[in-house]
C-alpha cells in the first residue's frame, strides 16, 4: 500500500524560513530509516504558496488561481510518500513525523 504523509504550511515555512537545525537533523535521520528498509517512495518540500498555483474544475470549466494563498491550514509544505504494509502501519509512521 502507498500512503502519502504531509505537513503543512506555515507563517515560518510561507516565509521562506529553514526549520532549527536539530529538526533538520532529526527529519533526515527518519527519512534515512525509511530509505534504509525501503518504505521510502519520494518525499519533498514544497514551495511557498506565492510559487503556486491552483486548478479548480467544476461544470466543465477550469479556473486558475495563482498564490499567494490566504491560511495555512490547507497548504501542504512537504511530503512523504511510504510504501507499507497497511493502514495502520501507515499511521504510526505519520504519529512519528
Known amino acids: 500500500m502507498r500512503f502519502m504523509v504531509m505537513h503543512k504550511n506555515d507563517p515560518r515555512t510561507e516565509a521562506g524560513e ?4 536539530e529538526l533538520i537533523a532529526e527529519m533526515g535521520a527518519y527519512i534515512m530509516e525509511h530509505a ?16 503556486r498555483t491552483r ?16 491560511g495555512e491550514h ?10 507499507v504494509r497497511s493502514r495502520d502501519e501507515a499511521l504510526g509512521w505519520a504519529e512519528r513525523y
Request: aromatic share 4%; glycine share 18%.
Open 18 to 21: 529553514l526549520p532549527p537545525p
Open 74 to 83: 490547507e497548504l501542504p509544505a512537504a511530503v512523504l510518500l511510504l510504501k
Open 36 to 51: 534504509r528498509a525501503g518504505r521510502l517512495l519520494g518525499g519533498e518540500g514544497l514551495g511557498a504558496s506565492k510559487t
Open 55 to 70: 486548478l479548480t474544475f467544476r461544470g466543465g470549466a477550469c479556473t486558475v488561481k495563482h498564490g499567494p494563498y490566504a
